[in-house]
T-cell receptor, first 115, second 113 residues
Framework: DAGVIQSPRHEVTEMGQEVTLRCKPISGHNSLFWYRQTMMRGLELLIYFNNNVPIDDSGMPEDRFSAKMPNASFSTLKIQPSEPRDSAVYFC?????????????FGEGSRLTVL | QQQVKQSPQSLIVQKGGIPIINCAYENTAFDYFPWYQQFPGKGPALLIAIRPDVSEKKEGRFTISFNKSAKQFSLHIMDSQPGDSATYFCAASKSAGANNLFFGTGTRLTVIP
């Protein structure tokens, strides 16, 4: 398996622009997570899905952020409009819920810079 | 509020040294404590995990020590190597299969040759 695939790996945009980050989870996994990593706050859970259904989005910073999972093999995280404080590395992770290990498999991340 | 507190923020050791990273939590409902390792430009990956029914777990050169009464756990790396240089995250959740995994803020480890 190729692992969790994220795109783009790097994104530089200007304040006010829309940003869309994409994720393809590992085939067979039924849970998908979006995390944000910054130096100050470490890894923060933004939202997670079980069986394509959003379960907890309490970590989404504000209404400018939205996430969708239209099917089991694709998810997007959208920021509109983007702001400089959104600059961070965004990770997507997937897992097979009900696993005894609960292991999260992370993608390589999307580094977002908002100027 | 940070559910899991991790220290130190960064750590530099000589090759062969034993770096120790410490974590503390408050929620007694936490029942699963994994450590993730992250190399530059990569996503975190599971390194080792422990449940509170044991006080220590070893996997190769990596050891987790767990103190349930103090609500603390730590990662020790024996005979550290330059290839161990990475960021280490402790985490906690209410069960191994729980979806909400709370991460510490990370420790950047540098092992000098």
């Amino acid at each position: 398996d190729a692992g969790v695939i994220q795109s783009p790996r790097h994104e530089v945009t200007e304040m006010g622009q829309e940003v869309t980050l994409r994720c393809k989870p590992i085939s067979g996994h039924n849970s998908l997570f979006w995390y944000r990593q910054t130096m100050m706050r470490g890894l923060e859970l933004l939202i997670y899905f079980n069986n394509n259904v959003p379960i907890d989005d309490s970590g989404m910073p504000e209404d400018r952020f939205s996430a969708k999972m239209p099917n089991a093999s694709f998810s997007t995280l959208k920021i509109q409009p983007s702001e400089p404080r959104d600059s961070a590395v965004y990770f997507c992770a997937s897992s097979f819920r009900n696993s005894n290990t609960g292991e999260l498999f992370f993608g390589e991340g999307s580094r977002l810079t908002v100027l | 509020q940070q559910q899991v507190k991790q220290s130190p923020q960064s750590l530099i050791v000589q090759k062969g040294g034993i770096p120790i990273i410490n974590c503390a939590y408050e929620n007694t409902a936490f029942d699963y404590f994994p450590w993730y390792q992250q190399f530059p430009g990569k996503g975190p990956a599971l390194l080792i995990a422990i449940r509170p029914d044991v006080s220590e777990k070893k996997e190769g050169r990596f050891t987790i020590s767990f103190n349930k009464s103090a609500k603390q756990f730590s990662l020790h790396i024996m005979d550290s190597q330059p290839g161990d240089s990475a960021t280490y995250f402790c985490a906690a959740s209410k069960s191994a299969g729980a979806n909400n995994l709370f991460f510490g803020t990370g420790t950047r480890l540098t092992v000098i040759p």
